[in-house]
């Protein structure tokens, strides 16, 4: 990136190496500047932040009405978005937080966002991350529109998925940009001279301890000539630590991206390391993301429910807001059984009825159910001590060729009392005997 000499946090030195008093000294000038920001026009606050590494200052009327334009869609929108979580209306919320996330991805694949200082490939990464934005946001609002097709379990997990599996994809394409960047962007080589180092100082904070850690980074000045122009440049992403990797007025060779020649190849941007360690964390997002999936389509979500927890201030704004009366157990209709468990009963009947219990077993294995019923002689369940002879069980079955302990195959069941069955199938009538 080009080097801006009256940017305030770029501490200019002739020093290779820095003492530790050096490293106090900076990260004191580094607090009296974070707190001069307090008081500056808001205006400054980016240029004081990133520095002004832009080729032009003066934008255009058009661009500064469509910024205007762009942060009104944008305020206007997460305040609505939030209006929609008071009223507890999940649905339009997620549509509208879903689609300024789809207005920033185009606006960066249109090339209308920026990247923050010290990142390197900035256009490149705009555009992979502006694609992700765009595929994950039109996939869960896909989702949204259809969503009368999912239980709210399936809704939930299927956006889960997307997420993960997209953030993985993201990842992913991330590091292999940084990887090969070499050959991707910086492109040119030219012999430059080190004229100096800068460092600055930058903080990141742990919301788990509530702790502010300061880091050193640095760069090397190097000066060169491209096309037979000047360029004063940095690398385009620091090292971290306070000292530098070229001896000072060493001539040495860097990497340019021949169509912006300020720009130099940073050894952190083909990091090993960090190439590793990117790719581990876009396999992991990708393999929950894909396993998110698995579990869904297997039918591992049948019997699960999401459930919505509000913040108390939020009740309290909806004081007039009416519980549903939910019945006293869960009714079961012909749909839900079909759609809940269709792997189980897909092309063919089914049936549904009560029987009484003759016996019961216990075991360590669980609890033994037997039956006058010749089609269902006996089955297995979960540990229930709580049941005992007489008792009516609701069974809801397919038919099947074994015999040995009845021919009727039982894919889910009720103890007395759980469920209301509303729906219209009966139990078995042919001869099975």
Not at 102 to 126: E, R, V
Not at 232 to 249: R, V
Request: proline letters at 3%; a negative charge.
């Amino acid at each position: 990136m080009r080097y801006n000499r009256e940017f305030e946090r770029l501490k200019f030195s002739t020093d290779q190496n820095i003492d530790s008093m050096t490293c106090d000294s900076l990260m004191r000038e580094y607090e009296e500047f974070s707190l001069s920001m307090l008081t500056a026009d808001i205006k400054n606050l980016n240029s004081m932040m990133n520095g002004d590494n832009s080729d032009t200052n003066d934008d255009s009327p058009i661009k500064k009405v469509f910024g205007i334009i762009l942060g009104l869609i944008f305020v206007g929108g997460m305040l609505t978005s939030i209006a929609f979580v008071i009223m507890k209306d999940l649905v339009m919320f997620g549509f509208i937080f879903t689609g300024l996330f789809l207005l920033a991805g185009l606006l960066l694949l249109l090339g209308q966002g920026s990247m923050p200082f010290n990142t390197a490939n900035a256009g490149i990464k705009s555009k992979i991350t502006g694609l992700y934005l765009v595929c994950t946001t039109s996939a869960i609002l896909s989702l949204l529109i259809i969503r009368d097709r999912f239980l709210d379990v399936e809704l939930f997990v299927w956006i889960m998925s997307v997420a993960f599996g997209m953030s993985g994809l993201w990842l992913m394409a991330t590091a292999l940009t940084d990887k090969f960047s070499g050959r991707l962007v910086y492109r040119e080589e030219v012999s430059a001279r080190c004229k100096g180092y800068v460092r600055f100082v930058n903080y990141e904070s742990s919301s788990a301890e509530s702790i502010r850690t300061g880091y050193i980074y640095t760069s090397p000045v190097f000066e060169y000539f491209y096309g037979g122009v000047k360029y004063e440049s940095l690398y385009d992403s620091f090292i971290l630590g306070p000292e530098a990797d070229i001896p000072y007025e060493t001539v040495t060779t860097i990497r340019i991206d021949p169509k912006k020649p300020y720009n130099v190849l940073s050894p952190v941007t083909e990091s090993i390391g960090g190439f590793i360690g990117m790719l581990i964390m876009a396999a992991m997002f990708i393999a929950v993301g894909s396993g998110l999936s698995w579990y869904m389509m297997s039918g591992g979500v049948n019997d699960s429910e999401v459930e919505v927890e509000w913040n108390s201030l939020i009740d309290q704004l909806n004081p007039d807001e009416q519980a549903p009366v939910e019945p006293s157990v869960p009714q079961l209709t012909d749909e839900w059984i079909e759609n809940t468990y269709a792997s189980s009963i897909v092309g063919k009947e089914w049936y549904y009825e009560s029987l009484p219990i003759e016996h019961i077993e216990q075991d360590e294995d669980g609890t033994v159910l037997y039956f006058e019923d010749v089609g269902v002689y006996a089955f297995r369940i979960e540990q229930n001590e709580n049941l005992k002879q007489g008792d009516i069980m609701d069974i809801f079955y397919t038919l099947s060729e074994d015999a040995d302990y009845g021919y009727k195959q039982i894919f889910t069941y009720a103890a007395p009392g759980e469920i209301q069955y509303i729906g219209s199938h009966g139990a078995y009538t042919g001869d099975r005997q």
